[in-house]
C-alpha cells in the first residue's frame, strides 16, 4: 500500500488568505506531482518534480506555488485563495516517471 | 484531439455481466498503460498496468494492450456493484520530456 499523505483533508477559507496544502510521502520516490480535480471533471497537472530543488509547472496554469526542499515533501501554496481555487488538489508520486503514480487522499478546497 | 481518449459513459451493466472500458491514445511511441479506478469524492487507486501487447490478467480485472491500433482496454468480469466508479486510463507520453497523460474516464454503473 501506497504511503503518501494529504493536509488537510478538507479546508474551508476565505479569499484572500494564503493557504499551504501539506504533502508527504515515505517511499523515497523522486518525482512527486500536484493535480487539481474539479468534481466530475478530468485531472489536471499543475505542478511536477523530480527530485529535490527541482520543480516545474504542468499543463494546467495555476496561480499556485510548490517548493522541494526535501525528497519527502512537496507542498503547494496559495498566497491569495479566490473562489475560483474551490477543487479538490490531489498529490501523487512515483518512483520513475514512467511507473505508476501513487496519489494520496486529496485537499478538498473550498474558497468562500 | 486529446492525447488519451476514453468514451465518459456513464457505462451500464448488469450485476454479473462483463464491463468492458476503452481508450485510445496518439503517441505511437508510448510504453506504459495504466488503469486507474476513482470512487465518487476519492482518489485514483491503482488496478492494473501493462506493458506488452496482448492480454493481462488479474482477478476478475484483464487489461488488453493493441499497440498497432493504439488502444487499450479493461474488461471486468462478473461485475459487482463495488465496482461503479469512474476508471480512468493513464499513457506515459516518452517525447516532450516523459509524461502520464490521463484520459477524462469512464464512469461506470453496475447495477444489482
Known amino acids: 500500500e501506497a504511503d503518501i499523505y494529504q493536509t488537510p483533508r478538507y479546508l474551508v477559507i476565505g479569499t484572500g488568505k494564503k493557504i499551504t496544502l501539506e504533502c508527504s510521502q515515505t517511499m523515497g520516490h523522486d518525482k512527486m506531482y500536484w493535480y487539481q480535480q474539479d468534481p466530475g471533471m478530468e485531472l489536471h497537472l499543475i505542478h511536477y518534480s523530480y527530485g529535490v530543488n527541482s520543480t516545474e509547472k504542468g499543463d494546467l496554469s495555476s496561480e499556485s506555488t510548490v517548493s522541494r526542499i526535501r525528497t519527502e515533501h512537496f507542498p503547494l501554496t496559495l498566497e491569495s485563495a479566490r473562489p475560483s481555487h474551490t477543487s479538490q488538489y490531489l498529490c501523487?508520486?512515483?518512483?520513475?516517471?514512467?511507473?505508476?503514480?501513487?496519489f494520496g487522499p486529496g485537499t478538498r478546497l473550498t474558497v468562500t | 484531439q486529446k492525447e488519451v481518449e476514453q468514451n465518459s459513459g456513464p457505462l451500464s451493466v448488469p450485476e454479473g455481466a462483463i464491463a468492458s472500458l476503452n481508450c485510445t491514445y496518439s503517441d505511437r511511441g508510448s510504453q506504459s498503460f495504466f488503469w486507474y479506478r476513482q470512487y465518487s469524492g476519492k482518489s485514483p487507486e491503482l488496478i492494473m498496468f501493462?506493458?506488452?501487447?496482448g492480454d493481462k490478467e488479474d482477478g476478475r480485472f484483464t487489461a488488453q494492450l493493441n499497440k498497432a491500433s493504439q488502444y487499450v482496454s479493461l474488461l471486468i468480469r462478473d461485475s459487482q456493484p463495488s465496482d461503479s466508479a469512474t476508471y480512468l486510463c493513464?499513457?506515459?507520453?516518452?517525447?516532450?520530456?516523459?509524461?502520464?497523460?490521463f484520459g477524462q474516464g469512464t464512469e461506470l454503473s453496475v447495477k444489482p
Open positions: 501523487a508520486s512515483s518512483e520513475r516517471q514512467e511507473d505508476e503514480q501513487y
Open positions: 493513464a499513457v506515459f507520453r516518452y517525447n516532450q520530456g516523459g509524461k502520464l497523460i
Open positions: 501493462i506493458y506488452s501487447n
